[in-house]
């Protein structure tokens, strides 16, 4: 097996004590209503207590004093349990207290006696994604990788993503097996509605570049959700306007079964696989192949590698002819 060493921390975690207090009831959740009505915009970072980034582009939002043209912004830092324990000695070990914050986002976990630290915030956070129109989760990734969008499968949040200018790659997926993410929460889910939910990948956890990721998708996102108006929004935020490649359809996802799995080379993600039966990766001795002409890899990490967790998903982009 490769031997995971943690990746160097670029970007210091944020001090988020200013935002402790608020008029909300609920610690680390502000709120910024405009004149007019319009969207409910939910803005959330810390998910995952590790992933940053995105905290520190709503720190820097919060610190703008932007008020929405219309409707309401919400900023949450969710798992701020977690992130008080970050240590950039072991940056890894953060990402949960308890549990995955991102894995609890069912009626049925959320209305059960179960507690845990994680599930506890998660029901004082559900007001605010209850009520949300918009939600844009913003996350990182354990390895270096381009910056994704996971759209889930609804069409409304493909086109929402495709839509913003951004050369954020969108992967389409179904979620995780082993519990329901927030941006699956509810009515995110339901074909007929309209709400809108994207989450943000936004780069390696600890990378500087993540932290320009995160800036750029909120607001475009903001003003995309009818919050604000582009001209609002301060210097420096945007990076250029960008086409976005076509979706990637997530149609497997590579399981690990031993702790003896392996790359055949260090992909980073997007990697396209030109033939079905290549070999990408070796498991207990056995080789893992590509079930598909021109498959291509997303987010292949073995840095929590243990037997069951997923180390790489496979997915079509859109527009391809299907092998
Ligand atoms: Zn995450």
């Not at 995309?224 to 210097?235: E, Y």
């Not at 690990?256 to 033939?275: K, P």
């Amino acid at each position: 097996m490769s031997v995971a060493a943690p990746h160097p921390v670029q970007i210091a975690p944020p001090g988020l004590s200013r935002w402790a207090h608020s008029a909300t009831g609920v610690d680390h959740v502000q709120e910024r209503a405009g004149a007019q009505p319009g969207p409910e915009v939910l803005v959330t970072a810390l998910v995952h207590g590790n992933e940053y980034s995105g905290a520190m582009a709503l720190d820097a939002f919060l610190r703008t004093g932007l008020v929405p043209r219309r409707g309401r912004i919400t900023a949450a830092f969710c798992n701020t349990a977690a992130f008080a324990r970050f240590d950039s000695g072991q940056p890894d070990a953060s990402r949960f207290v308890d549990e995955d914050f991102n894995r609890v986002w069912s009626a049925r976990s959320l209305d059960s006696e179960r507690a845990s630290q994680e599930l506890l915030r998660a029901r004082e956070l559900r007001p605010f994604v209850d009520r949300a129109t918009h939600l844009l989760d913003l996350h990182s990734m354990h390895e270096p990788c381009a910056p994704l969008f996971v759209t889930g499968m609804l069409p409304r949040n493909i086109a929402f993503a495709q839509a913003l200018g951004t050369p954020v790659q969108a992967v389409v997926d179904e979620g995780h097996a082993d519990g329901v993410r927030m941006r699956d929460y509810g009515p995110f889910g339901e074909p007929a509605g309209s709400r809108i939910a994207l989450l943000l990948e936004a780069g390696q956890h600890w990378e500087l570049s993540s932290l320009h990721a995160a800036r750029n998708v909120l607001m475009r996102f903001l003003v995309q959700a009818g919050a604000l108006d582009r001209a609002d929004v301060p210097t420096g935020w945007l990076l250029p306007d960008a086409l976005p490649p076509p979706p990637i359809h997530v149609t497997h996802r590579v399981v690990a079964r031993s702790m003896d799995f392996e790359f055949s080379q260090d992909f980073r993600g997007g990697e396209t696989i030109r033939r079905s039966g290549t070999a990408i990766a070796s498991d207990a001795g056995q080789p893992v192949v590509t079930p598909y002409d021109d498959c291509v890899l997303v987010m292949p990490s073995v840095r929590q590698l243990r037997p069951g967790v997923t180390t790489v998903r496979l997915g079509r982009r859109q527009g391809r002819v299907l092998g």
